[in-house]
């Protein structure tokens, strides 16, 4: 027998109980005579330390009633009968089972989050994506241009999509290629097919192999859906409980709700070295030299040298290993080149255009 408080919430009164635990239940003896008896499975627990414990169960009439016991030894025959271990949480473990539980729930929780992170929701992103029209790509970068709010040149753009035009893609989206008159030395493209080029970054290149390696690494952007993609990861959070909730227009609706955020959208590594290789590709089909992604990564490594951030912190992998797999690349699929006159014209002309 334990001796315990008994509260029926009746009254703010702590009524002496004694106690005795069965296999499956524990029964209780209040003054006058009167019995309760719990069942394990309709209780709840509270270990508030390896001396105390409070359980809660509803009395029949009277409602909910808690009965609070301080004896470290009924706490440690308590615990080992009432099966709660589903439903504790990490505290209760952790004063239930110590330091070297705890580590191992830990471990377990940051376990799974860590393959959650990295293998199980870039998987369930993929197949999401793959189920989505690309119609909704397009609507999606429409609202994202909607949103940026930058002019481009219309003369630049004509020169920029005749140079397109020389080139073969392998896509299904409609392509769209624009200059906006900018410092800024970058390029980037948004579902549904629009291309973007900075008058900052068509400065730094030198030949229109280079120019046709950017075009080539962001239509692939384009064409592997890594904005939708890397969107739908960041928010993987909200899409799995819409999805898993049935909810797919939720889901839907959340991408809709953040077009605005995919021009200073970055991509990951991976999607980077992706995008790389398969711009290598659309290079070989075409004919144009290689060479042209090499250059076009010395023209970034220029830009790399002013930050000199390390590549652990960085999105895009450092441009010196770049230039190695590109490298790489290029020894294992060599393909023959040709020049194409009308191509290198326009890039001329782009030049002479933006030149300062």
């Not at 040149?153 to 005749?162: V, Y």
């Not at 797919?248 to 991408?255: E, K, V």
């Not at 290598?280 to 490594?301: D, E």
């Not at 000199?308 to 230039?323: A, D, G, M």
Request: with cysteine; aromatic share 8%.
């Amino acid at each position: 027998m334990f001796s315990g408080k008994y509260y029926d919430h009746q009254t703010a009164q702590a009524i002496p109980a004694r106690i005795q635990l069965f296999t499956e239940s524990l029964h209780m003896e209040l003054p006058g005579g009167k019995k309760l008896h719990w069942l394990f499975t309709e209780i709840t627990a509270e270990v508030v330390d390896r001396n105390f414990v409070r359980i809660s169960g509803e009395v029949r009439i009277s409602g909910e009633a808690t009965l609070e016991v301080n004896d470290p030894v009924f706490v440690k025959a308590f615990l080992q009968k009432y099966k709660y271990t589903r439903s504790a949480g990490l505290h209760q473990l952790a004063l239930r089972g110590g330091l070297k539980v705890t580590l191992i729930v830990l471990l377990a929780m940051a376990g799974i989050l860590l393959f959650g992170h990295f293998y199980a929701i870039p998987w369930c992103v993929n197949r999401v994506v793959d189920r989505l029209p690309l119609s909704f790509d397009k609507e999606l970068g429409t609202l994202a241009a909607q949103s940026i709010h930058e002019t481009s040149d219309p003369a630049g753009n004509q020169l920029l999509s005749n140079f397109a035009r020389q080139i073969k893609w392998d896509t299904q989206d409609t392509l769209t290629f624009c200059i906006v008159k900018s410092d800024i030395e970058n390029a980037y493209a948004l579902p549904g097919g629009r291309i973007v080029v900075y008058t900052g970054l068509l400065e730094k290149l030198h030949n229109s192999d280079q120019l046709a390696a950017l075009l080539s690494h962001e239509v692939a952007h384009v064409t592997a859906r890594h904005s939708v993609k890397k969107l739908c990861r960041d928010m993987s959070t909200t899409m799995l409980v819409s999805i898993a909730f049935g909810n797919a227009s939720g889901a839907t609706n959340t991408l809709y709700a953040n077009a605005s955020s995919l021009y200073s959208l970055t991509y990951s590594r991976q999607y980077e070295q992706e995008a790389d290789i398969m711009g290598m590709k659309t290079l070989r089909r075409n004919h144009i030299s290689q060479l042209g992604m090499l250059g076009l990564m010395q023209a970034l490594q220029q830009l790399d040298q002013q930050t000199n951030i390390p590549e652990f912190v960085r999105t895009h992998p450092l441009t010196e290993n770049r230039v190695n797999y590109v490298r790489k690349n290029i020894a294992e699929h060599p393909a023959f080149t040709e020049k194409n006159a009308q191509r290198e014209q326009l890039f001329q002309q782009l030049r002479q255009r933006y030149s300062k």
